[in-house]
């Protein structure tokens, strides 16, 4: 959670430098982790295993989930990802079928 703070408060402070470079920024955290700050306001880790790790857990909050994904109407309901059964099956009524 401190280096969730910390890289938003670096984005914070590196936002004029980011407007003129338009790129990716490389900082370093307060415990000395190394992160990439990216220009849509998202961070991520330099090494790949500590990465891979966040991603898992990213990866369970709905809010993070694919732009192709359907569902879950302001919070209640499920997420149906591309490739279920359910996805985009369309209407249940057997005269529109």
Not at 52 to 73: C, F, H, M, V
Not at 74 to 93: A, H, I, M, Q, T
Request: charged share 25%; aromatic share 8%.
């Amino acid at each position: 959670m401190k280096a969730a703070v910390l890289a938003f408060g670096l984005t914070l402070i590196a936002a004029p430098a980011w407007a003129e470079a338009g790129g990716v920024l490389e900082a370093t955290t307060s415990d000395g982790q190394k992160v990439r700050l990216l220009p849509n306001g998202r961070w991520e880790f330099l090494d790949v295993a500590k990465q891979a790790e966040a991603k898992k857990i990213a990866d369970t909050y709905p809010e993070n989930r694919s732009p192709e994904a359907q569902g879950r109407l302001f919070g209640v309901g499920r997420v149906v990802e591309p490739g279920d059964k359910d996805y985009n099956r369309g209407s249940l009524n057997p005269k529109m079928r």
